[in-house]
């Protein structure tokens, strides 16, 4: 993908906001507000019809890691995935035959986002980098690689389920909250060249997330 193209793609997906912050944040200087979330139980997704039939669901493995660094607009090292697996990390993808089209990760020990790290219990996850290939967009993949991660976890009784969603990444708020997703603090998150990083909470919703069909 030309870079021309990359901005395209940046631009068509995140507000031009989210540009600035990533821009800042290639330089050293990250300021993030964001909400801590919850999630308990498996969506229903009865109604979304038979569109997910061409898909499979899949575990990924050690072998895919060196295709997921490779991609555009995904920044993590093949080192990190791998990591993240050796941890006890679990990584679903959705393929369509042998191509893959998304993916998301869960940590069944720890939430572990810079700044604002927490251990997990026993029916506790933390799901995180759901990512969609450029391909396949505007598919409903991301919301449909959540539920199937939902599930899951939901065979392993793990139905309390946290994550984090960046203030102003759009996308991602909008098809979480169709999942029955909610807030549970909305926090600021400082980091400096990778060396500091710390989170302070800034409001704390009273209303939990709400149960969900299993």
Request: hydrophobic content about 35%; proline content about 6%; aromatic content about 12%.
């Amino acid at each position: 993908m030309s870079y021309l193209n990359y901005l395209r793609q940046k631009l068509k997906y995140n507000s031009p906001l989210r540009l600035v912050h990533d821009g800042l944040e290639r330089v050293g200087l990250s300021i993030n507000p964001y909400y801590l979330e919850l999630q308990e139980g498996v969506p229903d997704i009865s109604g979304w019809g038979s569109g997910f039939d061409p898909y499979e669901v899949v575990t990924l493995g050690p072998e895919e890691m060196k295709t997921i660094a490779g991609l555009d607009g995904h920044h993590k090292s093949e080192s990190t995935l791998l990591r993240w697996l050796e941890e006890g990390c679990i990584c679903l993808g959705i393929k369509q035959g042998t191509e893959l089209a998304a993916f998301t990760w869960s940590n069944l020990k720890v939430c572990d986002f810079p700044g604002h790290r927490f251990p997990l219990k026993e029916d506790e996850a933390y799901l995180f980098d759901t990512f969609t290939m450029s391909g396949f967009r505007g598919r409903r993949l991301a919301p449909y690689a959540r539920y199937c991660m939902c599930r899951e976890l939901a065979r392993l009784n793990r139905t309390k389920l946290y994550s984090i969603s960046h203030y102003l990444n759009t996308q991602a708020l909008n098809f979480k909250r169709k999942l029955g997703v909610r807030p549970v603090e909305f926090r600021l998150q400082v980091c400096l060249f990778g060396k500091f990083s710390h989170s302070w909470p800034i409001r704390r919703y009273s209303t939990p997330a709400p149960a969900l069909s299993r």
